[in-house]
């Protein structure tokens, strides 16, 4: 399988509010090159978020806006590139939302959510969250809520769950937005 798997920390509730992305690439079933970005959302950090993922106002400020990102990635997400995350409802909405934010076209491209199909293939879990998935399928999650190490067991789950299931049955579970 070739894919990307995306992972979004946001400051805040608001899905424009991305302040890291990390994109890990898959080709041939193998982790091949990752990307990680803090970004300086230009917006104010709730507390909560913080909590969650341990950025914080400060560590940002260097950091590039969402669409000097953007000018190194976007070839990435396009209609011949999948893209799996985890809830990816949430990823794809920060996405959505940072590229209106910054007045950019929104593409469309092929994603997978890997807590969908964690849910269709793994019922008997206890729960279907990232790091519950991972430790079911024996996969190390070092830093949960670090995008990169988020996307890193997003694609291992990906590949295991193709590797349990067939490609057939993962195919049918991939969409266009």
Known sequence: ?????????????????????A???VRNNQIVDSF????????????????IHGIHPEDVQGAPTF?????HIYPLFDANHLVAAHNA???????????????ITVPHFLTIDTLRTSKAFYPQFPN????????MLNINLEQHHNALYDSVACAEILLKTTNDVGYNNI???IKLT
Do not use: G
């Open 23 to 25: 994109l890990v690439m």
């Open 1 to 21: 399988m070739d894919f990307i798997s995306m992972d979004f920390e946001t400051a805040n509730r608001y899905r424009s509010s991305a302040c890291s992305i």
């Open 36 to 51: 990680y970005s803090l970004i300086n959302p230009k917006d104010q950090f709730d507390y909560r978020n913080i909590q």
């Open 128 to 135: 279907h969250k990232l790091n519950t998935v991972s430790e």
């Open 89 to 103: 409802s949430f990823d794809n909405s920060v996405l959505k939302s940072s590229l209106a934010a910054y007045e």
């Open 171 to 173: 195919k049918k579970m």
């Open 67 to 71: 669409d000097q990102v953007w000018q």
